[in-house]
Structure formats: structure tokens, C-alpha cells
């Protein structure tokens, strides 16, 4: 699930008589579909992935976790590029990249090749869509951002429901003897089309100030989430070796690490890669802690779940996909109701109950799978669906503003770009340890007849830590503010106030 993070830098007030904006819109509005869709399209084709090419599956969280990890690591430099070189021009290499690697995604020849187009294509998308918002801050006056960023959120709903639907169809209809393949290729025509008529219809834009890059803090932060997930999704099948311990203990060394960096180099040109003074507001502290750990829950769920669906239960891609249809409908319902009605009125109490809810619904569907079996069918899993979207919706729509809401508005976008690089951190974290929520409870060894119920136990097993996920979640919210205002230094003008030194507005899933 993507969400839309806006701050703004101060840029000259486009022009409103051009009409060429509205095919610049059209197009990053494509791109940004491309990108939701490409993550949620993926999951439902893993089992035929791992049948056809036969993958481990320590690959399968690989094909996943990969993309998350380097979309992750390099949204902040992707944005800060766009900055500096100009946002059309990043946006169109990026876009262009994302074709490029979603053809060697379908042509793949083994799963090692798959895995590393989903790295590339994962940093690709991480050059292309923080360039979304930027450009259409710079291409649309204030009066229509509104109208604009209403767009926006439909289609984050339209990708969450089309995403599976449309990877169950384009699996189960196999074209040309394909198999799962057309879930990637599909983005050629669109990404050649999307660069053709970027190049032709989006305006330049450029920071008003020079930024510099900080390629150490990314290559500190990609090297630590290296060092955790790599022994995370490979120890089960290496049998834990000691290397895996130490790699991971390493990895908070590095953290150490980079904290240490970040500081010294905020102190000496005023450019880091992450404002650590943004940690001294306990609000925003809680709201990282948050991100990441609704992050880890996620990732956990969404892959167990269409594991246990395909391979535990034996269904087909497209059953699978219209199952999960009510939990993305009840995400985009209420997270409508929640920005809308229920958050002005009630504050964080909104957001402490999407957790409850949203857990509420994990054990449902816990005792659910338990109670039926292998016998459970789509409409017995829909009540516990619908509660979890619900809780779901609750809380992605209203959180980012909640977590922003106490840090002043000259640090609001770096901020806003930290938020999404943890979250996205979060969720490749959650698929690293599917192997040992999941996996670890199934035995290496399976006769056909045992695969049903061992995946039927694993999966029960994860949403047991999914749960308990969410109540460390419940808790962690009684930090956020009450009542999230616009900015602590006031909503009054907010719309055209500057973000000094910082990338501006940013599309994350």
C-alpha cells in the first residue's frame, strides 16, 4: 500500500493557461499505477513462479524483498537527483530503467536473473516516483493541487484492488504459453509509451538551491539492511550458521555506524542523508517506530497469505485474487471515512483503533484457518478480511499526517522522505523473516499429502505474529499526538510555505 507524503519547496507558481500539465499528469500518474500495481501483481504469481522456475524459497522472498529493499535505499537519493539534475529528466531515466529491467523480469532464464531484475527494478522505481509529486507540484498552481491530490488517492485505491486481480488474469491466462511472465511485460508498452510522451508533455523542474548528495549514508543504510536480511532469509535453509549471527550483529554496528556519520556530517555542510534532530520530537520518534513496524506486518501477511492460499489450499491465482478483493475495497473505504470524518473528530484514537481492528481481524482469521482447514472456502474468509482492511484503511490514510504533525515545517521534507524510506525498510524486513515465522515451522521435506496442513500451521503460526505486531503498534501510537495539526508552526499558509534544503513531494508505497 502506497501513500501520498507532500512538502513543499518554493517553486515558481506554474503557469494555468498550459494545457500540456494535464498530459504531464496523465503520465506520472501512470507511472505511479505502474509502480503500485508491480508490487501488489507479484505476490500473486509467486507460487507459479516458484512451480515453473522451481525457486527455493529463500528466492521467493528474494524476488519480494529485493525490490523493497533497494526501492528503500535509494528513494532519498532518487529524490535529491531529481532535485539536482531536474525532476522530468531523473523521471524519464527512471522510468525508462523500470521498462528495462520489467523486460529481463519476463525473460528471466532462472530465478537468480529474476532476482536481480527485481533489484534493479526496485531501484529504478526509486528514481521514478518521488520525481511523481515533485513534478506535478511544479507543473499545477496551488488552486488545483487539491483536485490533484484527490486523483492521487484514487489511484493508490485502484492499484491496491487491480494489483492482485490483475496478476491472478494475466497468470491464469497463461498468453502465448507464457505462464506468469505477462505480469512484467505488460509494463513494456506502458513504460514506452510513458517515456515517448514525458519526453514531449512534462515541464522541467530543478531545487531552488544546489543539494549534494550522500552516497556514504546510502551505502551505510544498504549495507546494514544487507547484513540483517541476507542471514534472515537464507540461515533456515544454511541451518543457521554462526556467520548469519555475527552478520546480523554486525548490522547494528554499521546503524552505530551511520548515526555517527549522519551527525558529523549534518554538522559540517548542513546536507545529511537523515536529520537526526527530527528524533528528539517524541512524536515523530514513535511515528518511525510505527512505520516500521506496521512495515514488518505487512510484509509478513501479504506474502504468507498468498503462500498458504496457492500452495497450502491448492487454489488457482484468480480465486486467490478475487478472495482478497473485500480486504482492498474495506482498505479503500475506510481509509475515505477515516481522513475524512473520523480523524477530525477523534484524533489518534482513530488510529489506535485501526490497530485493534486490524488485529482483531488477524485472530479471527486465525481461528478461522485453524477451525476449517483445508476445508475453508473465500466467503468464510471474507468476514475476517473485511475487519482487517477496515483497521488497515484506518490507519495508512491518517498516519503519515499524525507523525509530521510536531516537526517544524523547514525539516518537513526530509521528514516525509524518511518516513517512506522505513516503511518500505520495514516491509523488506517482514519478508526476510517469512522464514522464520513461516517457514521455520515447516519442515524441510514434505510428502504431498503433508504440504496441506503444514502450510495451513505456518500460516496460522505468522498471524500469531502478525497480532502481536499489531498490539506493539496499539501501544507505540500513545506517543503520536492527540490530535494531529497541519504543522506546529501553524496550517494558515501552509500551502505555499517553503521547505528550505529538502526534496519536495514524494509517492511511496
Not at 235 to 263: C, I, K, N
Not at 289 to 301: H, R
Not at 329 to 334: H, L, R
Not at 373 to 378: A, F, H
Request: glycine share 12%; proline share 5%.
Amino acid at each position: 500500500m502506497h501513500s501520498t507524503d507532500i512538502a513543499h519547496a518554493p517553486t515558481p507558481e506554474p503557469a494555468t493557461g498550459d494545457r500540456r500539465r494535464w498530459f504531464a499528469l496523465a503520465i506520472v500518474m501512470t507511472a505511479a499505477f505502474m509502480d503500485l500495481v508491480d508490487v501488489t501483481i507479484v505476490n500473486i504469481a509467486v507460487p507459479s513462479i516458484q512451480r515453473d522456475e522451481g525457486a527455493t524459497f529463500s528466492q521467493i522472498q528474494w524476488i519480494t524483498a529485493g525490490y523493497a529493499l533497494a526501492f528503500a535505499a535509494g528513494l532519498v537519493t532518487g529524490g535529491r537527483l531529481g532535485d539536482i539534475h531536474g525532476r522530468k529528466r531523473v523521471f524519464l531515466v527512471g522510468i525508462g530503467g523500470f521498462t528495462v529491467a520489467s523486460a529481463l523480469c519476463g525473460l528471466a532464464v532462472n530465478p537468480e536473473m529474476l532476482v536481480a531484475s527485481r533489484i534493479l527494478q526496485g531501484a529504478m522505481a526509486a528514481l521514478m516516483v518521488p520525481q511523481v509529486l515533485s513534478i506535478v507540484h511544479a507543473t499545477f498552481p496551488a488552486h488545483e493541487r487539491g483536485k490533484v491530490f484527490g486523483l492521487f488517492g484514487a489511484i493508490v485505491g485502484l492499484g491496491a484492488v487491480s494489483g492482485p486481480l490483475l496478476g491472478a488474469l494475466l497468470t491464469e491466462g497463461n498468453l502465448f504459453g507464457l505462464e506468469w511472465r505477462p505480469i512484467f511485460l505488460i509494463n513494456l508498452p506502458v513504460g514506452v509509451a510513458a517515456l515517448f510522451l514525458g519526453s514531449r508533455f512534462i515541464t522541467e523542474s530543478k531545487a531552488p538551491r544546489a543539494l549534494k548528495l550522500d552516497l556514504p549514508g546510502v551505502a551505510l543504510v544498504t549495507l546494514a539492511l544487507l547484513m540483517l536480511l541476507y542471514p534472515l532469509t537464507r540461515g533456515r535453509e544454511l541451518g543457521w550458521p554462526v556467520w548469519g549471527y555475527v552478520s546480523m550483529a554486525g548490522a547494528l554496528v554499521v546503524f552505530a555506524a551511520l548515526v555517527a556519520y549522519e551527525r558529523a556530517k549534518g554538522a559540517r555542510d548542513g546536507s545529511p542523508l537523515i536529520e537526526l534532530s527530527l528524533f528528539r520530537v517524541k512524536s515523530f520518534a514513535a511515528g518511525i517506530a510505527v512505520q516500521t513496524v506496521f512495515g514488518v506486518g505487512l510484509g509478513v501477511f501479504f506474502l504468507v497469505w498468498t503462500l498458504y492460499m496457492q500452495i497450502g489450499l491448492g487454489w488457482s491465482a484468480l480465486r486467490a485474487g478475487l478472495t482478497g478483493v473485500p480486504f482492498s475495497v474495506a482498505v479503500s473505504v475506510a481509509a475515505g471515512m477515516s481522513v475524512q470524518q473520523l480523524v477530525p473528530r477523534f484524533g489518534r484514537k482513530v488510529l489506535q483503533a485501526g490497530a485493534l481492528v486490524m488485529a482483531a481481524g488477524v485472530l479471527i482469521y486465525l481461528a478461522e484457518a485453524d477451525h476449517y482447514g483445508l476445508g475453508i472456502t473465500s466467503w468464510q474468509m471474507a468476514l475476517p478480511l473485511v475487519v482487517m482492511g477496515a483497521g488497515m484503511g484506518l490507519i495508512v490514510a491518517p498516519l503519515t499526517d499524525a507523525v509530521l504533525s510536531e516537526v517544524p515545517r523547514e525539516h518537513a521534507g526530509s521528514a516525509s522522505g524518511l518516513i517512506n524510506t522505513v516503511q518500505q525498510m520495514g516491509h523488506a524486513l517482514g519478508l526476510g523473516l517469512v522464514s522464520v515465522v513461516f517457514f521455520g515451522v515447516i519442515d524441510e521435506r514434505l510428502a504431498p499429502a503433508e504440504v496441506g496442513p503444514a502450510f495451513v500451521d505456518g500460516f496460522t503460526h505468522a498471524l500469531g505474529w502478525v497480532a502481536t505486531v499489531l498490539g506493539a503498534i496499539f501501544l507505540l501510537m500513545f506517543a503520536l499526538p492527540k490530535r494531529p495539526a497541519q504543522h506546529v508552526e501553524g496550517a494558515e499558509g501552509a500551502e505555499e510555505a517553503p521547505v528550505t534544503g529538502e526534496k519536495e513531494p514524494e509517492l511511496v508505497p
